[in-house]
């Protein structure tokens, strides 16, 4: 597995587009605000902090890993010159807070729309013998529910990670992200692909639930055990069928799959 550290640095498009959709799963209604700063806002630092520095005091950190930005001041630059005034995408208020414009909606429809003709379901895991069984199960679910499953399988390799995966998630319909083994790619990729507005199917084998991240306990997670895969099965035909809606593909799919050195 690749490590984090050979990750390819998103593009400033890229994150502006992962806080705009952060955004709107903040405020999923047309025309509200979002509120950036501590509740407390204006009394959470003193006021001998002005301008700049004190309005990256007061935004709140999560904000920076929904963008992906490095620092606040990385954070205000994508909000305020790429989003707002290069693409008008928000609009700012109050020193605080930000809403979708008409164009950023229009924007965000866009992109939503770009996959919705792909039939390609990505898979997100842990490609260790241990695992095989479930991806034997996810593999063939995704098939009998009228999708390619896509994999991409890399070996240990110092070279950063290859844009293949990020292009095979770009023109994926959906992702199953299996958590087990709590592979850093894996949550990168599940990231990438929720930053998109990508559906995503949560898995992970009961022994490993615990070990997940907080971050995705809010998530309602398929729970599978290895002596019981019947049943993984059929609880990802029910959400792949519920969530994405079933696909034309029938008979036998060639899986689009890559082994690298």
């Known amino acids: 597995m690749t490590g984090l550290a050979s990750l390819r640095t998103p593009s400033v498009g890229e994150k502006g587009e992962k806080l705009l959709f952060w955004l709107t799963k903040l405020r999923p209604k047309a025309g509200e605000y979002v509120r950036l700063v501590f509740d407390d806002y204006p009394h959470h630092v003193p006021e001998r902090l002005s301008g700049l520095v004190r309005r990256q005091t007061l935004i709140k950190p999560e904000f920076l890993a929904f963008s992906w930005t490095q620092d606040y001041q990385e954070f205000i630059y ?142 309602n997670f398929i729970v599978w055990e290895t002596d019981k895969l019947a049943e993984l099965s059929k609880a990802l035909q029910n959400r792949i069928e519920a969530t994405i809606g079933r696909g034309p593909l029938t008979g036998n799919v060639v899986t689009s799959s890559c082994s690298r050195s």
């Open 78 to 219: 994508v909000l305020d010159e790429y989003l707002e005034r290069e693409r008008g995408f928000v609009e700012f208020r109050d020193g605080c807070c930000y809403r979708i414009t008409p164009n950023g909606w229009s924007y965000i429809h866009s992109l939503q729309q770009t996959n919705v003709q792909s039939l390609v379901g990505f898979i997100a895991m842990w490609f260790d013998k241990s695992a095989d069984p479930a991806w034997t199960a996810i593999e063939a679910e995704i098939r009998s529910s009228g999708y390619e499953p896509l994999r991409i399988d890399r070996k240990e390799h110092n070279n950063k990670i290859d844009d293949e995966i990020v292009a095979g998630i770009r023109r994926s319909k959906f992702l199953v992200a299996d958590f087990t083994g709590h592979r850093g790619g894996v949550y990168f990729e599940t990231g990438f692909a929720t930053g998109l507005g990508l559906p995503v199917i949560w898995l992970c084998r009961q022994d490993e639930l615990e070990k997940t991240h907080f971050d995705t306990r809010q998530y």
